[in-house]
């Protein structure tokens, strides 16, 4: 493990951090805000910021310094559809527009187990209908928007690309899978065996496929997009890590993208863990992530 990554695991050790399976929903969610803050840098400046309805959820519009016309990420954030926000996801947003020299959308799409399965995917097709409907408005080419987000932002966008894809809306140019849920029914070796001592154990992401998935059966496409048809899919970039549960699941996704016939680069990062993205004042490697995964949006974009 990446000596970063182990001093913060060994500190979460040491204050003897209750696991979010233990807690109520609400108190994993401001555990996880108070912890976003402690562990990100000052987020950076960019061209513009302003908070937005998008289709009837609410979401929040950043302009990167140099962003070229036309280009757009929707960013779904992470936080096993149970925890995060705006504001948790705020600093890789912003880093992301300026890298990425692109216009970003995130999400507050609505969180189980008050709004289970499907209300974040169908929160984020309607925000994605919007946008389509309403790009120029944003300055936005409908041809030239990108999907992307982290853990379950990544289940998420996925499914995104797998839906429009099947319906009249456009397809996005590319997926960004930053280490992605895509198989919910646990089956790959990596789902059991980190059960403590990592950032994401996993009692904790059964705990939230649990309040997520409600009765809704996870070897189903409609939430695990591993068993979907992924013919006809958009270039993507997945970047898993090695020390987390959905790390085989992740590299399965990869494959069978591959193997469907989509542009895949993949990105295995075999030091760190789940989340470091979002830990950039503790695990400088984040910095490298980041940056990787913009390069791979310029290149989706031809900008490399």
């Keep these: 493990m990446d000596p970063e990554a ?8 040491l204050i003897n951090r209750p696991p979010l399976e233990t807690m ?3 108190a994993a969610r401001d555990l996880y805000r108070d912890s976003r803050r402690a562990m990100q840098r000052a987020p950076v400046e960019v061209a513009e910021v302003r908070d937005f309805s998008a289709g009837g959820v609410p979401a929040r519009f950043y302009r990167g310094i140099d962003a070229a016309d036309g280009r757009c990420l929707l960013l779904l954030h992470g936080g096993g559809w149970v925890i995060g926000s705006l504001d948790s996801h705020d600093a890789m947003c912003r880093t992301l527009a300026n890298a990425g020299r692109c216009r970003v959308v995130a999400l507050d799409y609505r969180l189980a187990p008050e709004h289970p399965f499907p209300a974040a995917i169908d929160d984020s097709m309607a925000a994605w209908a919007y946008l389509a409907a309403n790009a120029a408005a944003f300055g936005i080419d409908p041809a030239q928007m990108a999907v992307g987000g982290d853990s379950a932002g990544g289940n998420l966008a996925a499914l995104l690309a797998i839906r429009s894809r099947d319906s009249d809306l456009p397809m996005p140019c590319y997926q960004m899978l930053l ?3 895509t198989d919910l029914t646990f089956r790959h070796p990596s789902a059991t065996l980190f059960e403590n001592g990592v950032a994401l154990t996993g009692p904790s992401m ?3 496929c649990k309040l997520y998935l409600a009765s809704t059966d996870p070897a189903d496409p409609a939430v695990s997009p591993f068993y979907a048809n992924l013919r006809g ?3 993507a970039f ?3 890590v090695g020390y987390d549960p959905l790390r085989d699941d992740g590299i399965a996704y990869a494959q069978a993208l591959e193997h469907a016939g989509c542009a895949v ?3 295995h990062m075999a030091t760190q863990i789940h989340g470091f993205l979002t830990m950039n004042r503790v695990i400088r490697a984040a910095d490298t992530g980041l940056a990787m995964a913009a390069a791979a949006l310029r290149h989706g974009w031809g900008s490399a």
């Design 24 to 26: 109520t929903p609400q």
């Design 238 to 240: 997945v970047l898993t």
């Design 6 to 13: 182990q001093r913060l695991m060994d500190m979460i050790a």
């Design 233 to 235: 899919l958009p270039p």
């Design 206 to 208: 059964r705990w939230f």
């Design 265 to 267: 680069t993949h990105l």
């Design 179 to 181: 280490y992605p849920a």
